[in-house]
């Protein structure tokens, strides 16, 4: 007896429920296909590559010595400065692009504008189409995270040849890592609200403003290592292409009276608990908001 592709067929000959996975990769499909109708991902790709093209305008004009200086001191290789000038200075604001394109409205938008009604009337399950929208907006984030990566490699290739330090691989990988858990925090945003511009506007204020702020003042201010926020945790990007990675440290306060303090700096296996964490919370956090939600 034959059968559609995601379908079973009961001993009776009566149709049941396709798989969850089938389910999942149909989500997955569409949202994709959502994201290159609406034009977000192209308008997110011509970001990246504007800022690509900055940053080879400037190393092309001043010279790689000029914009990335490796000093005796404090450098090994002057591939090593460069390619943490270009990605430890970027990739974080690419990544929280991406959270904000591709999930501050993923889930929002369902209830805003009426869709969701089509969703849930067939036989779907909303952890499917939770799952399935995640899959979709993290496949075309690692796209542009893919080109993004791809330009700046190219341009390490034309001024040091094959030489890519191992330390850009592990930044690389942790860039991957960041921008799961920044996608697990705006999709939580996403289902929290059914405005698409609250949720927007939320997701975009904490990763652009609030969080780098609130960093600020507990690590410098209270002196708390700041360990419970999620851009401290993405530090590791930036840290692990220095030359010697840095560590906490006290410090003196200029002068007799001066007040002493710490330097916070990250360490990789804390930084990626951080993100993990953020990342399993924040996503069991939205499914659970998604399944409750009535579309009224």
């Known amino acids: 007896m034959s059968k559609e592709p995601g379908t ?21 499909k569409y949202e994709i296909l959502n994201y290159f109708r609406s034009r977000r991902f192209f308008i997110l ?15 092309a004009y001043y010279g790689v010595s000029n914009v990335a200086p490796c000093l005796p001191s404090t450098c090994s290789t002057p591939a090593l400065a460069f390619y943490s000038f270009w990605w430890g200075n970027s990739i974080t604001f690419v990544i929280v ?20 009604y089509f969703l849930v009337a067939n036989p779907l399950r909303r952890s499917s189409i939770y799952i399935g929208k995640w899959l979709g907006a993290l496949i075309a984030s690692v796209i542009v ?17 094959a030489n890519v330090p191992f330390q850009f691989v592990e930044s690389l990988s942790f860039s991957i890592l960041y921008l799961i858990a920044v996608l697990g925090f705006t999709f939580f945003f996403s289902s929290l609200f059914k405005s698409s511009s609250m949720s927007i506007l939320v ?11 609130i960093q600020l003042i507990v690590a410098n201010l209270v002196q708390i290592e700041p360990w419970f926020i999620i851009t401290y945790g ?27 303090g710490t330097t916070y700096a990250v360490t990789i296996p804390e930084g990626i ?18 399944e409750r939600k009535e579309f009224t």
């Open 273 to 290: 608990m951080i993100l993990l964490v953020y990342f399993i919370a924040t996503a069991i956090l939205g499914l659970v908001l998604f």
């Open 145 to 161: 995270l893919a080109i993004y990566a791809g330009i700046t490699v190219g341009n390490g290739l034309f001024y040091f040849g």
């Open 45 to 59: 790709l011509a970001i990246g590559l504007i800022i690509s093209g900055i940053f080879t305008a400037l190393v």
């Open 203 to 213: 997701t975009a204020i904490l990763f652009l403003f609030a969080f780098s702020l």
């Open 97 to 116: 692009l991406s959270g904000i394109f591709f999930g501050g409205d993923a889930i929002s938008g369902e209830f805003q504008n009426k869709t969701g």
């Open 8 to 28: 079973s067929v009961s001993t009776t000959g009566s149709r049941i429920l396709p798989t969850s996975v089938s389910q999942v990769g149909t989500i997955t």
């Open 234 to 260: 993405s530090g590791i990007i930036g840290n692990v292409l220095m030359d010697t990675y840095p560590t906490t440290q006290p410090i003196r306060g200029p002068g007799p009276g001066g007040r002493d």
